[in-house]
């Protein structure tokens, strides 16, 4: 359970640069991650209702030699699930009532010799699992009622290579993989 704000801010000026520059915000609610090699039972319960789930990243960069790549993440509950058993049981609940995963890129880049990207994503509930168990029940409910916001505001000039700027506002996702080993 997260009942409290998350947020992340990076700000940056740079400037003659002869090599890349690179920099990453990710603000979380609740996150877990569990990898097993062994017959596993998942109870997975992430309820958030927290003020803010923010990340933004403010980029002024120039006069860069290499590639620019900025990306902002925000996610208010996240779940994955990877396991390599005889028996995979998998519940999942999540429950997203936050005012809002929210995640910003403002980037300015002028005289950039390779590439530039930027990239933002807000998600209320992601749930992903795999496995090559024989046996893999998986029982998954995702409730979002927040506001999911993604935003990229990009002034881009003078740049050698290609550019790149995504935007991606999801309320619920989920993923589920099962693979067969051939027995």
Request: charged share 10%; aromatic share 4%; with cysteine.
């Given at each position: 359970m997260n009942f409290n704000a998350s947020v992340s801010t990076l700000n940056t000026t740079v400037h003659g640069v002869h090599g890349d520059v690179a920099g990453q915000s990710v603000a979380g609610g609740n996150v877990v991650d569990i990898t097993t090699m062994n017959d596993t039972h998942v109870i997975n319960d992430?309820?958030?209702?927290?003020?803010?789930?923010?990340?933004?990243?403010?980029?002024?960069?120039?006069?860069?030699?290499?590639?620019?790549?900025?990306?902002?993440?925000?996610?208010?509950?996240s779940a994955g699930v990877s396991t390599d058993p005889v028996v995979t049981a998998i519940t999942s609940n999540q429950e997203c009532r936050s005012i809002d995963p929210s995640s910003t890129v403002n980037a300015k880049a002028f005289n950039i010799g390779g590439d530039v990207g930027l990239a933002s994503s807000a998600v209320g509930n992601t749930f992903q699992?795999?496995?090559?168990?024989?046996?893999?029940?998986?029982?998954?409910?995702?409730?979002?009622?927040?506001?999911v916001h993604s935003t990229v505001n990009g002034n881009v000039?003078?740049?050698?290579?290609?550019?790149?700027?995504?935007?991606?506002?999801?309320?619920?996702?989920?993923?589920?993989?099962?693979?067969?080993?051939?027995?």
């Amino acid at each position: 359970m997260n009942f409290n704000a998350s947020v992340s801010t990076l700000n940056t000026t740079v400037h003659g640069v002869h090599g890349d520059v690179a920099g990453q915000s990710v603000a979380g609610g609740n996150v877990v991650d569990i990898t097993t090699m062994n017959d596993t039972h998942v109870i997975n319960d992430q309820y958030n209702k927290s003020v803010t789930i923010d990340s933004t990243i403010n980029g002024r960069v120039g006069d860069v030699g290499g590639s620019v790549g900025y990306t902002s993440q925000a996610v208010c509950n996240s779940a994955g699930v990877s396991t390599d058993p005889v028996v995979t049981a998998i519940t999942s609940n999540q429950e997203c009532r936050s005012i809002d995963p929210s995640s910003t890129v403002n980037a300015k880049a002028f005289n950039i010799g390779g590439d530039v990207g930027l990239a933002s994503s807000a998600v209320g509930n992601t749930f992903q699992a795999d496995s090559n168990a024989s046996n893999m029940p998986v029982d998954t409910a995702q409730i979002n009622s927040s506001f999911v916001h993604s935003t990229v505001n990009g002034n881009v000039a003078n740049v050698g290579g290609s550019v790149a700027a995504t935007s991606t506002a999801i309320g619920n996702n989920a993923q589920i993989i099962h693979y067969s080993t051939g027995n």
